[in-house]
């Protein structure tokens, strides 16, 4: 229902910064969160940051001080800049939209980040 198209990803030196990108399209109501998700190999999907409609913002403990997630409603676009990367943000990066509204939640392909020491 709704098409997630990420970019923004690659190799990045640690201490360095990246800003990610996650374009929606489709079927897009006013109600939804948007949020990115991460997984490193061997490990569980986690939450890194997310945001409601309304504005607020959830992280994880491991990235709070270092990652912002914003949406640009008008571009129907969220993004994750992240800051002071470290080799433990290396994972697959998935950017997910939640339809409250539908209750259909929708995810991205993933895009790489890969954080050398």
């Known amino acids: 229902q709704v098409q997630l198209v990420e970019s923004g990803g690659g190799l990045v030196q640690s201490g360095g910064s990246l800003r990610l990108s996650c374009a929606a399209s489709?079927?897009?109501?006013?109600?939804?969160?948007m949020g990115w998700y991460r997984q490193a190999p061997g490990k569980q999907r986690e939450l890194v940051a997310s945001?409601?409609?309304?504005?607020?913002?959830n992280y994880a403990d491991s990235v709070k001080g270092r990652f912002t997630i914003s949406r640009d409603n008008a571009k129907n676009t969220v993004y994750l800049q992240m800051n002071g990367l470290k080799p433990e943000d290396t994972a697959v990066y998935y950017c997910?939209?939640?339809?409250?509204?539908?209750?259909?939640?929708?995810w991205g392909q993933g895009t790489q980040v890969t954080v050398s020491s």
């Open positions: 489709g079927i897009i109501f006013t109600i939804y969160d």
């Open positions: 945001r409601t409609s309304g504005g607020s913002t």
């Open positions: 997910t939209h939640y339809s409250a509204y539908s209750g259909v939640r929708s």
